[in-house]
């Protein structure tokens, strides 16, 4: 699983939107947003690059957790 922190994700329409860029690129990705701790963690079979790369295209900075 990916962990994701998004320090500018801070409303459901932000969670919205990067849970639709990641579904873009794997349409069964399972997405779970936690905008307290602006987080976001992907289980997928796309590679790690390319659901970050779509995050950023979204408009969203966002760096790896360790896991």
Known sequence: MLK???????????????EK???SVDPTARVAVDLGSS?????????ETSIRDVIRSAGYDNEKLAP
């Open 4 to 18: 994701l922190k998004v320090p500018d994700m801070s409303c459901g329409h932000c969670a919205s939107t990067i």
């Open 21 to 23: 860029a990641v579904k």
């Open 39 to 47: 987080t976001v963690a992907v289980e997928t079979k796309a590679d």
